[in-house]
């Protein structure tokens, strides 16, 4: 059975840059066995995810776009907050992410790439949650507590203990970064995103996580200017009406 972490690694390989895939190709991307990959195509395919074209390759069904409407249509945030991303990829020329809780999941809802970005566009749709900046930003906000600890680095959080100290300094600074506890080599950046309004009648809420992915090296050189330009990017974009 198609687990639901292998589809959506499927499903996020298609992109503006790469709208269709044929077996073999995403077999080596992939790195999975060609009769594998061919399978996951055609279970999407039958579920309805994908379409099959005419020269025997796979696109995004327009299925997806019909679901994706209907649930960002419940989210008056999302489209000004999808313009945010844009804006913070081609300026910070790096990747660019806005994550969301579903439950206790920290889900990647948008990621854009610059093309100067110095890391390839990630395809993980669910996140760790205690290794990287955005889990920590939202769980920090949610006041959940880690049933596991994510030991995806030797530098990953993996004690109750460091990670109440690593929320009570999320809080304090508003922002998180995780410098190789997700991925070996890279590093990312987040600040909170608050709706002011929602449909819930709530003020101030923290809805989203939105930041930026590049290598550590890059980071660990430029850090103040990025932290400072991310944070303003992302507070400029709250204050509009």
């Known amino acids: 059975m198609l687990s639901l972490q292998k589809a959506a690694n499927i499903l996020g390989a298609f992109s503006a840059e790469q709208p269709e895939w044929g077996v073999r190709a995403l077999a080596a991307h992939l790195g999975v066995p060609r009769a ?9 395919t039958e579920a309805g995810f994908l379409r099959r074209t ?42 660019a992410f806005l994550c969301i809780l579903e439950g206790d999941e920290v889900v990647a809802a948008i990621r ?14 669910y996140l760790p949650a205690t290794a990287t900046a955005s889990g ?5 906000h949610a006041d959940i507590t880690p049933r596991t600890f994510a030991a995806c680095t030797p530098s990953s959080i993996t004690s109750l203990d460091e990670w109440r100290t690593e929320v009570a300094k999320v809080k304090r600074l508003g922002y998180a970064y995780s410098i190789e ?31 930026v992915q590049m290598s550590a ?5 430029e850090e ?11 507070r400029e974009a709250e204050a509009l009406p």
């Open 181 to 211: 506890e997700w991925v070996p080599g890279q590093c990312t950046l987040g600040v909170p995103y608050h709706a002011l309004h929602t449909a819930h009648g709530d003020t101030d809420t923290v809805v989203a996580a939105i930041g």
């Open 36 to 44: 594998t990959a061919h399978a996951y195509l055609a279970g999407l």
């Open 112 to 125: 854009e790439r610059h093309p100067d970005a110095d890391i390839d566009l990630p395809l993980d749709i």
């Open 217 to 221: 090296q890059r980071y660990l050189r």
């Open 54 to 95: 005419p020269a025997g390759k796979y696109r995004l069904s327009w299925h997806i776009a019909e679901m994706g409407a209907q649930l960002t249509s419940s989210l008056p945030w999302f489209q000004e907050a999808r313009s945010l991303i844009t804006r913070l990829a081609l300026e910070v020329r790096a990747v």
């Open 136 to 140: 920590k930003i939202l769980y920090a």
């Open 224 to 234: 103040r200017h990025i932290r400072e330009r991310v944070v303003q990017i992302v």
